[in-house]
């Protein structure tokens, strides 16, 4: 996942500062972003503007980590969005707290039975404005971006791959956000591009290798109904 800021450095700052009560370290930084395994921040730009309205669910590894992360950031300046506490609406030992980022994204540090282990983000939110089209727009990529359903109601629909969860809310909508779920050979990239096109979906970008990233990275892009780009990428990197 990675995220626009306004502000790379203050947005690189408040991440520092909570994900290290977590364990969670940094992984790289350049001046253009920095990454903590699966997540990372980018200066806003042209090509990608600020990400605003996101939710993002942190591991945390026992409930005084939890309550760490929310003390360290808000003894920094940072934004309270919900105090260390249970909340069993989620699951019965569900324990939680929010912090806001400088462009107003929702962080989180949470605990509970089965969450990921020994991974950074645990799972995200999105609000859509048409909470039914971009249900169909994911349930068309599904079968090629290793998804399957977990939750439908009028409230709520949910998504799970191999390495985490998402859910999309109906509500003021999430901007600019750019999501990427690995595939395990370019076929299955050329497969997700042609199913989202041929269900009248816009292309972001036709499938092909990016070396700009790293050689042998292969991918294709596709935007979602609320304009989130989506991207099905195989690394062409051998296990280890």
């Known amino acids: 996942m990675t995220i626009g ?14 994900l290290a009560t ?20 980018v200066g ?90 971009s249900r169909r727009f994911y349930e068309t990529i599904a079968p090629h971006a290793g998804l399957r359903m977990t939750r439908d109601t009028p409230e709520r629909v949910g998504f799970a791959a191999a390495d985490g969860s998402f859910a999309l809310l109906p509500g003021p909508p999430t901007e600019n956000v750019h999501l990427a779920f690995g595939v395990a050979d370019n076929q299955g990239v050329d497969a997700f591009h042609a199913a989202a096109v041929a269900a009248g979906y816009d292309s972001g970008g036709a499938p092909g290798e990016r070396p700009g990233y790293h050689p042998g990275y292969y991918a294709a892009y596709v935007l979602d109904p609320s304009g989130f780009n989506v991207e099905v990428v195989n690394h062409n990197r051998a296990p280890g």
Do not use: C
């Open 22 to 41: 977590l364990g969670i370290e940094k992984t790289h930084a350049n001046a253009e972003f920095a990454e903590w395994d699966d997540f990372s921040v």
């Open 44 to 133: 806003a730009s042209d090509a990608r503007r600020v990400t605003r309205r996101l939710h993002i669910g942190f591991v945390a590894p026992s409930r005084a980590h939890v309550d760490e992360f929310w003390r360290a950031g808000t003894a920094a300046g940072y934004r309270d969005d919900g105090a260390p506490g249970p909340r069993t609406q989620y699951t019965p030992d569900y324990y939680g707290s929010f912090l806001l980022d400088p462009d107003g994204n929702s962080a989180e540090a949470m605990h509970y039975e089965g969450m990921r282990s020994g991974a950074v983000v645990d799972h995200l939110w999105f609000r859509v404005v048409d909470l039914a089209a």
């Open 5 to 18: 800021a306004s502000d790379r450095d203050a947005s690189a700052r408040f991440y520092e500062t909570v």
